[in-house]
């Protein structure tokens, strides 16, 4: 009788895992399923709930052909929009490999077993570098917990060692952090404040044992603004912030644009030249950008940024003397 009482779930999930656009069932198919699992049904009870999902929501779609055919129409995610958000997951190294096989495993479910097919053919080899910390995935949750409710969090932070163990800094003493966002430039980063120090960022999947705090956050300053905080930050490595002017190649305008959008200031300089201002940080990661483009792109002020970019120059060629 219990069986009897949940027919209407049944034939919902039915629909859902075993039919799309290219794979249809009839009402005598939902009856043998049905039956399958020692539920008995009549045609015309079936048709009644069928009746009664579409009222609830699904979309039933109808075909005619020698009987009449049936598939669910719209789901929550359409498939190319699925095959994205796999590529997303498979991309990200921040995931461990079993954490992106399970999260492109429950995608999957959001479709029919057939089109789940086409997904599991997206799954390549992850030969990409992810992460070893199967705890960030908690940690990211933990985090935004504490940015909600405005509390701090304490962890313990690490450096990988030349044996591939975790080293960790002030000797294994607990952080004490006021977190203020998290963000994405390849890996996830925690952006903390510090009274002393200012902003601070910290590669989320080499923190451990992290807690959140009862204790309230720190008041911070006014007008942080995260996206042109990001933005002058090169692979989140901190320096001190300048306005830079740089000339380069017109060809590089689409690489510029990508990186600093139109807070760039852009504007023509000599014969297929360009000339463009932004603020950045500067630093290594920030100068190894600029000179990795060699003579389609230098810095032409400030004085400081020249010489730090020709610094690391002489430091890298004289390795090669």
């Known amino acids: 009788m219990a069986h009897k009482k949940l027919k209407l779930l049944y034939i919902a999930r039915y629909l859902t895992e075993q039919t799309d656009e290219d794979h249809t069932v009839t009402v005598k198919d939902i009856i043998a399923h049905l039956e399958s699992l020692g539920i008995s049904a009549e045609r015309k009870a079936v048709y009644d709930d069928l009746e009664l999902l579409e009222f609830f929501g699904l979309d039933i779609v109808r075909t005619k052909d020698k009987t009449f055919n049936l598939h669910l129409g719209s789901r929550t995610f359409e498939l190319p ?6 590529d997303v997951v498979q991309a990200s190294p921040f995931l461990t490999k079993k954490k992106s096989l399970q999260l492109i495993g429950k995608l999957e479910t959001l479709v029919s077993r057939h089109q789940a097919a086409s997904l599991r053919r997206q799954v390549y080899v992850m030969n990409r570098i992810k992460t070893a910390n199967e705890q960030l995935y908690y940690d990211i949750d933990s985090i935004n917990e504490a940015i909600s409710t405005g509390r701090k969090i304490t962890f313990r932070y690490f450096d990988w060692s030349v044996e591939g163990e975790r080293s960790y800094r002030r000797s294994g003493s607990r952080y004490v952090a006021n977190p203020v966002a998290l963000c994405v430039d ?5 952006v903390a404040y510090d009274e002393e120090r200012g902003y601070v960022n910290y590669r989320v999947d080499r923190i451990s044992d992290l807690s959140v705090s009862e204790e ?16 002058g930050i090169f692979d989140m490595y901190r320096g001190e912030s300048v306005m830079v002017t740089v000339e380069a190649s017109e060809r590089l305008l689409n690489v510029i644009m990508d990186r600093f959008g139109r807070e760039a200031h852009v504007r023509r300089g000599a014969e297929g030249r360009i000339i463009f201002s932004a603020s950045v940080e500067l630093s ?8 990795g483009f060699g003579r389609n792109m230098r810095i032409l002020a400030p004085k400081a940024a020249q010489e730090a970019a020709r610094t690391l120059c002489l430091e890298a060629l004289s390795q090669y003397e």
Do not use: I, M, N
């Open 81 to 86: 929009e699925l095959k994205l958000l796999v």
């Open 186 to 190: 390849r890996f996830y980063y925690l």
């Open 216 to 231: 309230p956050r720190d008041p911070l300053p006014q007008g942080f603004d995260l996206a042109e905080y990001v933005r």
């Open 284 to 291: 290594p990661t920030f100068l190894s950008w600029v000179l």
